[in-house]
């Protein structure tokens, strides 16, 4: 029996000469092509900053890190969703509260939301399901009326536009996946999306084991001359 693949990537000449050249780069450019990434992706999203980790999960982890969200602390996410985008939530003690989706979008319907929200909702995370996105002007209508951080969950949305805005430029952060089934893909990898200067040390911090943005190179610089 002949097997379907549901998902795969194009793979031609010029992706197999770049992953050559970034073997043979290896030393002499040392995270160049993360870091190219970075910047093009951010730039393609009208984001000021973006950070490459090794799954949307991840990135999903490092914001609500960054934004301080602890035990005790609820986080709105929709009930239709893969499990990845409330299982961070769980990781820091926090409980996920799940809300009712829009029967059209599939997307997170913003009168639950409503709803839903307490004295200890910290943040609220929507996603864009199968392309699909929700009433975003009305979720970030509410997310500014209760000061409460949105977090945009575009993994399955890049390319999507709501009222010609791309995917990924919603709230204070937004996330995104490469993995296989994805339509970019790097194999496995996320990235995470922001604008705000003080989230974004925080988050590069976290991401880096305590080193700030203008710490890598000295210290890449340094390791590289004691050998």
């Known amino acids: 029996m002949e097997q379907i693949f549901i998902a795969g990537p194009w793979i031609t000449e010029h992706e197999i000469k770049i992953v050559e050249k970034a073997m043979r780069d290896w030393y002499e450019q040392p995270y160049f092509y993360c870091e190219e990434f970075q910047r093009v992706f951010a730039e393609y999203h009208d984001r000021k900053y973006a950070l490459m980790t090794p799954n949307c999960t991840t ?3 490092l914001l609500l890190t960054g934004l301080g969200i602890k035990p005790g602390d ?15 939530i ?5 409980t996920p509260v799940f809300c009712d989706i829009d029967p059209e979008s599939w997307c997170l319907d913003p009168a639950s939301v409503r709803d839903s929200i307490t004295e200890n909702t910290k943040a609220i995370i929507v996603v864009d399901l199968y392309g699909n996105m929700p009433r975003m002007d009305e979720l970030l209508s509410i997310s500014q009326e209760y000061g409460i951080p949105l977090i945009e969950d575009a993994a399955e949305a890049l390319g999507s536009k709501y009222r ?29 999306l922001l604008d705000d200067d003080g989230v974004y040390e925080r988050c ?17 610089l340094q390791l590289r001359s004691n050998l």
């Open 204 to 220: 590069f911090v976290w991401r880096d084991h305590g080193r700030r943005p203008q710490a890598r190179w000295p210290l890449v």
């Open 164 to 192: 010609g805005i791309r995917a990924g430029k919603f709230g204070i952060g937004s996330v995104f996946s490469f993995h296989r089934t994805k339509t970019l893909t790097t194999g496995e990898g996320g990235m995470l």
């Open 59 to 61: 990135s999903i982890h």
């Open 74 to 88: 609820e986080v709105i996410v929709p009930e239709c969703t893969w499990i990845a985008t409330a299982a961070p």
């Open 90 to 94: 769980t990781y820091l003690g926090a």
